[in-house]
């Protein structure tokens, strides 16, 4: 369900890892290597990125598949930054939200995806909604599983919670609650990127000036590494860390310097 990509690097254009690579994000729109659940992300997408100086993140999204959208082409052509999160979606089921679904969401310098499912979805986390004000849920961007798990990592980094905790808080409740989701979560501020593998795939590169981290691969580069399974990823400019989400000692570190 849903390829999604985080790049932190220097200031190029938006197509250069979103479209340009022979199996970019666009392409995996149609025809992904490595999806384990679904075959085509045709049911919304977005990216967001941030501007020189701006702390809070642009967006562009809809609701039908990128490959289908001209005015994307441009954008992604021209449009220059050091900072992205982009997504497409293939629903978990079919809804009238439109691309207000669609990923990126974002809450001020913050941009998050959610590749995944929440098994039981409404039911089964229900009784979650207790975490959140009235008002967060009167407040939800949709009516899907990633809005609500977005809603739930916010009222964390708004209560002033680092975002690995944020995240990683989060998926300990959801798979307690709906055992049996997916939950990757991808996060990131424009400095850094977070991210879970939690049921599905998760990717990072490490190479010429850019950090990476992705659902796939968006080329055959030999420097792709795969987190394992229930892993915690934290990447900054300087430096990228994969630590296990549970149990805590059942995974060694890892970390790489960035070039």
Known sequence: MCRHLAVLGPSEPLGTTVVEPPYALFRQSWAPRRQRYGTVNADGFGVGWYAPE??????????GPIWSDPSF???ARVVRTGALLAAVRDATEA???G???AAPFAGGPWL?????ALTG???SVAPLTALLPRADLLRLAARCDSAFVWALVERRLRG?????????ATVAALASAAPGSRLNLLLTDGASITATAWGDTLWYLVADGRTAVASEPYDDDP???EAPDRTLLTATRAELSVVPLSPLSSLPSLKEPVS
Do not use: I, Q
């Not at 002033?160 to 990683?168: K, N, S, Y």
């Open 95 to 97: 809804s009238a939200d």
């Open 160 to 168: 002033g919670e680092p975002p690995g905790r944020a995240l990683a």
């Open 99 to 101: 691309e207000a679904a």
């Open 73 to 75: 082409a441009d954008l």
């Open 223 to 225: 420097r792709w590494t």
């Open 112 to 116: 998050f995806s959610h590749n995944g």
């Open 54 to 63: 701006d702390p809070v993140p642009a967006r562009y999204r809809r609701a």
């Open 121 to 123: 979805w409404p039911e």
